[in-house]
Every structure is written in C-alpha cells, then in structure tokens.
C-alpha cells in the first residue's frame, strides 16, 4: 500500500508560479511511474504531467512548456513546478502512483495509476 500526501497548492495571481509536492510512503518509490491530475469544477478529471521509473516526463499539451514534472527518489517525492499560470488552470490537483508494467500506453488515463493522493486546490485569479 503506498499513501500519497499533495502539498503546495494555493492562490495566485494569472503569471505567477506554484510547485506542488506529492510525497509517497514506502521503500520503493524509485519503482513506480508517477502522474499528476487534474480537476476543474464541473469538468472531468485530466491529464497533467507523468514521469517514469527512469526519469522520462510526458505533458498534456495545455501545460507542455509552462509545467515541468520532476522526481527526487531519496525524498520519495514528486513535484510539479508550475510556471505562467493562467485562470484555466484552476482546479484540484492530484498526484498519483503505479507499479504497473503497462503504464506507459495509459499513462494520460487515470486508469493506469493504482494509488491517488487526496488533491490540493490550485487557484489562479485573474
């Protein structure tokens, strides 16, 4: 079992810049791929950012060059450093873990992640 604790989320102003932290418990972190999520009220839940067990990162194309995903394996810890952040990117923000071999062809769809933090509100006023 693995617990995934966000952190970092806030308000801030169109421009600005947020880094979010997801750290997980356990011993194996190094082993899962990591994703971050996403959910506006009244929306679905989407696509962030993910990064693999070897360091490879992959963005939805409403963040590429504005987020950059990153993880630091001895502080079982993944972080989203959001940079040029505008109004649409207000929502709830999860973090979410896998030890799963077919995690890469699924890696943009919640399906493919076995473990979720429980979100931390990002704001961005305008």
């Known amino acids: 079992q693995v617990q995934l604790v966000e952190s970092g989320g806030g308000l801030v102003q169109a421009g600005g810049s947020l880094r979010l932290s997801c750290t997980a418990s356990g011993r194996t972190f190094s082993s899962y791929a990591m994703g971050w999520f996403r959910q506006a009220p009244g929306k679905e839940r989407e696509f962030v950012a993910a990064?693999?067990?070897?360091?490879?990162?992959y963005y939805a194309d409403s963040v590429k060059g504005r987020f950059t995903i990153s993880r630091d394996n001895a502080k079982n810890t993944v972080y989203l450093q959001m940079n040029s952040l505008i109004p649409e990117d207000t929502a709830v923000y999860y973090c979410?873990?896998?030890?799963?071999?077919?995690?890469?062809?699924?890696?943009?769809?919640?399906?493919?992640?076995?473990?979720w933090g429980q979100g931390t509100q990002v704001t961005v006023s305008s």
């Open positions: 979410a873990a896998t030890y799963g071999s077919n995690w890469f062809s699924k890696r943009h769809r919640g399906e493919a992640y076995d473990y």
């Open positions: 990064i693999s067990r070897s360091g490879s990162t």
